[in-house]
């Protein structure tokens, strides 16, 4: 009996140990953009929760069998579902899925991996779109799903239609996308995360330009209509204009397996991300008699790829700096054939995850392809753990430090004169906010840095001098370096805000370079000459961003870049301005708009008219703009305490006219 009670009380205790390492693995994962275990690892501990649940009988309320989603955390009004969205049952067996199935039809389809959005049409116009949220609250999305690239905002059916969908990004568009982030840190690990956070925008132009897909999957509702398939609302769906995700009809469970194959074989050649398939009875009535489960519908379920593991030989980490001075390990390995090509090394994204695989050189490791597509290490057999941390740069030979954030450590370059933060800069320079030069991106960048055709920021006007070099280089000819030049000549006439924002300031964004543009009347002279007490006189500027400011002018390093730049450019000094109506209030703006295209365009619309726009509520803020006045965000109650105005949208339209 003892005995028994001790075995008991350990399965308990591993119980409560994987539903709080798996719930802080999702936290990371969904809420963070940070990945602390591979997709293989994280299933196979959820896997043995759902073993140890089943056995005991023991369901914490926190494991996350029962609860599913993510947690709403943003500014983004917040609506309750009707009835509470489930997750699927899942299996890795074929076999298992066609024994599902038995002798009914179904519909299979790729499990798309992006973010579930309900999507609600009146009169035949997009009236609501809300993401799944946590299952039972979601976020009102409505203004960013109408710049989704294949939306229909009007459709051809005037009742109401409710239907539920993926919203997702390509891998083409997550790898340019990727490719224009500077931070080395800040780039999104896969294209699930990107999308979360494109369509969770407060700003529906990012939304816009990220290029999210919408794929219906599920008809909720459609007033007045009446359909007895599933494969009849997919059809139905798609008449409406809607792009509905890739399905098969299957008859009977002993199609499952050929058409899974079919499924598999198109991997390669699909540009959405998926994490599997989706198996429903095709039957709606039959389907919804089955009833549901605390956390699973009945009749549907997920079937996820079995992982193609391989065994292979760690050659060496290979350290790969950063234009933030962040070193990221990456391992090479002997190389192997996964899901039909040859692969030979894998991100370990931080110091943390090579600690937790205790990788060393030659140790036995698997490996496999997560999705099918990314690379991954799924276990490592030996755990030598015999990786030596770098103390070098691998660019510049400068001291490295591990820092430690969140509870993950990075490898740091702690060398400002760096090459690979020289490359930032340049590439911050560059940039659509700042000088806005096109066919200079950070690959051509480096590129001429190496060549030693740009040694300063100035240095990006006088590409011309080596015409006969960059039209022989590979990627170039004569038509893209005309291009190229008519973009730089194009940039050579710009304004104070541009200039400010692209000479890489600590603190200093686009949003405060126009602040402080603004607040010295567009006069370039009178930005450089700021002192710390004008600088924290501007709403919206702070002490530290002040001191950051002041430093950076006072050394002449940058004085003299500055100068230089001076030399190419012509600064249109003159602020635009088209009333007062508004002059002498500041305004702070939080959540969604729906009449302007984004914050920037309200932003713009305010100053014009004489007033300010800061970024946090303060003593000196007259207004603060939310279209949901009861919402509890920190922004609200801030107003609330300050006894300051919360006004909506329509209000600040009607100052403006």
């Known amino acids: 009996m003892e005995k028994s009670r001790k075995q008991s009380g350990s399965k308990a205790d591993r119980i409560k140990e994987l539903v709080e390492v798996l719930n802080h693995a999702s936290k990371a994962y969904y809420q963070e953009s940070r990945e602390i275990m591979t997709n293989h690892e994280y299933d196979a501990l959820y896997d043995e929760l759902v073993s140890l649940e089943k056995e005991t009988g023991i369901v914490l309320s926190g494991s996350p069998t029962v609860n599913v989603?993510?947690?709403?955390?943003?500014?983004?009004?917040?609506?309750?579902?009707?009835?509470?969205?489930?997750?699927?049952?899942?299996?890795?067996?074929?076999?298992?899925?066609?024994?599902?199935?038995?002798?009914?039809?179904?519909?299979?389809?790729?499990?798309?991996?992006?973010?579930?959005?309900?999507?609600?049409?009146?009169?035949?116009?997009?009236?609501?779109?809300?993401?799944?949220?946590?299952?039972?609250i979601g976020e009102v999305v409505t203004s960013n799903a109408r710049v989704f690239a294949n939306l229909p905002l009007n459709i051809d059916f005037k009742g109401r239609l409710v239907l539920r969908g993926e919203a997702v990004i390509s891998y083409d568009d997550f790898e340019k996308i990727n490719s224009e982030i500077d931070d080395e840190g800040a780039k999104y690990k896969n294209p699930r995360n990107l999308c979360s956070g494109s369509v969770r925008q407060l700003d529906n132009r990012v939304t816009a330009e990220r290029n999210v897909r919408f794929y219906a999957f599920a008809l909720v509702s459609a007033e007045g209509m009446t359909f007895n398939a599933r494969s009849r609302q997919m059809e139905w769906l798609a008449d409406q204009g809607f792009e509905c995700v890739t399905w098969r009809k299957v008859h009977g469970g002993d199609e499952i397996p050929s058409t899974v194959e079919w499924f598999a074989q198109h991997i390669a050649e699909n540009p959405i991300p998926s994490d599997g398939l989706v198996l429903i009875y095709d039957d709606i009535e039959y389907g919804l008699s089955l009833g549901t489960t605390a956390k699973f519908p009945?009749?549907?379920?997920?079937?996820?790829?079995?992982?193609?593991?391989?065994?292979?030989?760690?050659?060496?980490?290979?350290?790969?700096?950063?234009?933030?001075?962040?070193?990221?390990?990456?391992?090479?390995?002997?190389?192997?054939?996964?899901e039909g090509t040859t692969v030979s090394r894998a991100s370990v994204h931080n110091i943390s995850v090579m600690r937790e695989l205790a990788l060393g050189i030659g140790d036995k490791i698997k490996v496999y392809k997560a999705n099918m597509i990314i690379p991954q290490i799924a276990e490592n057999i030996t755990k030598s753990n015999n990786v030596e941390i770098p103390d070098?740069?691998?660019?510049?030979?400068?001291?490295?430090?591990?820092?430690?954030?969140?509870?993950?450590?990075?490898?740091?370059?702690?060398?400002?004169?760096?090459?690979?933060?020289?490359?930032?800069?340049?590439?911050?320079?560059?940039?659509?906010?700042?000088?806005?030069?096109?066919?200079?991106?950070?690959?051509?960048?480096?590129?001429?840095?190496?060549?030693?055709?740009?040694?300063?920021?100035?240095?990006?006007?006088?590409?011309?001098?080596?015409?006969?070099?960059?039209?022989?280089?590979?990627?170039?000819?004569?038509?893209?370096?005309?291009?190229?030049?008519?973009?730089?000549?194009?940039?050579?006439?710009?304004?104070?805000?541009?200039?400010?924002?692209?000479?890489?300031?600590?603190?200093?964004?686009?949003?405060?370079?126009?602040?402080i543009a603004r607040a010295c009347g567009g006069s370039w002279e009178e930005i450089q000459s700021l002192d710390e007490d004008r600088l924290v006189a501007i709403e919206g500027i702070g002490d530290i961003m002040a001191a950051g400011f002041v430093k950076f002018f006072r050394e002449q390093k940058n004085t003299e870049s500055v100068k230089d730049i001076l030399r190419e450019v012509t600064l249109d000094e003159t602020i635009e301005k088209t009333g007062s109506t508004l002059t002498g209030k500041t305004f702070v703006i939080t959540g969604s708009l729906e009449h302007f295209a984004n914050r920037d365009e309200l932003k713009d619309r305010i100053e014009k008219a004489g007033g300010k726009v800061a970024g946090s509520v303060s003593s000196k803020t007259s207004y603060l703009i939310n279209n949901d006045l009861l919402s509890t965000s920190g922004k609200n109650k801030k107003a609330k305490e300050l006894g300051i105005e919360i006004i909506d949208e329509e209000t600040i339209m009607a100052w403006l006219k």
């Open 69 to 136: 989603g993510y947690e709403v955390l943003s500014n983004l009004p917040k609506e309750k579902h009707p009835s509470k969205m489930l997750s699927l049952d899942k299996t890795k067996d074929a076999e298992q899925l066609a024994s599902w199935l038995g002798d009914k039809e179904g519909l299979l389809s790729w499990k798309l991996d992006g973010l579930t959005v309900v999507l609600t049409y009146e009169e035949g116009k997009l009236s609501k779109a809300v993401t799944r949220g946590n299952g039972e």
């Open 298 to 338: 009945r009749d549907s379920i997920a079937f996820k790829w079995k992982d193609e593991i391989k065994e292979t030989t760690l050659k060496e980490i290979e350290w790969s700096a950063s234009r933030t001075g962040l070193i990221n390990p990456v391992a090479i390995f002997e190389p192997v054939e996964l």
């Open 392 to 515: 070098s740069c691998p660019v510049c030979g400068g001291k490295t430090t591990v820092k430690e954030e969140n509870g993950v450590k990075t490898l740091n370059c702690v060398n400002p004169e760096c090459l690979a933060k020289h490359i930032k800069r340049l590439t911050l320079f560059v940039s659509r906010d700042a000088m806005n030069i096109e066919g200079l991106s950070e690959a051509t960048i480096e590129k001429f840095v190496a060549e030693g055709m740009i040694k300063e920021l100035a240095d990006v006007f006088r590409l011309e001098r080596f015409r006969e070099r960059i039209v022989e280089m590979e990627g170039f000819g004569e038509k893209s370096f005309e291009n190229l030049i008519a973009s730089v000549n194009k940039a050579r006439k710009t304004t104070p805000e541009r200039l400010l924002y692209g000479l890489g300031i600590p603190g200093i964004g686009k949003a405060n370079a126009r602040l």
